[in-house]
């Protein structure tokens, strides 16, 4: 595997389930983001994560969880989730030191009945 | 505060015409200025990007020049492909500091054959 990717692709869940969402990095980046894309709204960013340490929860409900075991990895937990959380969630990673490029993985659809 | 305000979409061309989407930046201080390009299905990827006032970025055809007087950095390309399709973000961040990413809403481009 090569870059970032993220598991699963599509999630369809009622809103009493519990989910989690799966990011990992092959690029030996140190820092790595949560963001939210819904239509016809700028990427709002959820969650950063430098050196595994969170420096950013952008008033993110608590029904969303993110766990950052090392350095590759970012997870996001859901539970209790609302049908406007539905949208598609992008993983990224950079360098911490590298001017601020981001590379992104493919997404997961997420759908909340 | 940051943000960034590009044209609103859809944008519908046919091969071969020239290609302008407007992106300004609203910012304290002097920003690294980004545009990425998601295709159908993926994440975004880093298409070009520009570090300091009247640096010129480029990239598959793309072009973009970052303007501190009027706190721009338009997108543009001579003869677009039907490759080209796709949706085209604007950001801004910071090569020190808070290694966060401000994006606009997005412009989709269609190009027709």
């Known amino acids: 595997e090569t870059g970032v990717t993220q598991t699963p692709r599509h999630l369809v869940m009622g809103m009493t389930n519990k989910k989690s969402l799966k990011c990992e990095q092959h690029?030996?980046?140190?820092?790595m983001y949560w963001y939210k894309q819904s239509a016809k709204k700028p990427l709002e960013l959820m969650f950063v994560y430098n050196f595994k340490e969170q420096t950013e929860n952008n008033s993110v409900p608590s029904r969303f969880s993110p766990e950052c075991p090392n350095s590759s990895h970012l997870f996001l937990h859901l539970h209790t989730l609302q049908p406007e959380d539905s949208a598609l969630y992008l993983c990224a990673s950079s360098q911490r030191t590298s001017g601020n490029e981001q590379f992104f993985g493919p997404g997961t659809r997420l759908t909340v009945l | 505060g940051n943000s960034v305000t590009q044209m609103e979409g859809p944008v519908t061309l046919s091969e071969e015409a020239f290609l302008t989407i407007n992106c300004t930046y609203t910012a304290t201080g002097y920003p690294s200025l980004f545009w990425y390009v998601q295709y159908p299905g993926e994440g975004l990827q880093l298409l070009l990007k520009?570090?300091?006032?009247?640096d010129k970025g480029s990239n598959k055809g793309f072009e973009a020049t970052y303007r501190k007087e009027t706190t721009s950095f338009h997108l543009e390309k001579g003869s677009v492909q039907v490759s080209d399709s796709a949706v085209y973000f604007c950001a801004l961040g910071w090569e020190t500091g808070a290694n966060n990413l401000f994006f606009g809403t997005g412009t989709r481009l269609t190009v027709i054959p």
């Open positions: 520009a570090t300091k006032a009247d």
């Open positions: 690029l030996g980046h140190n820092a």
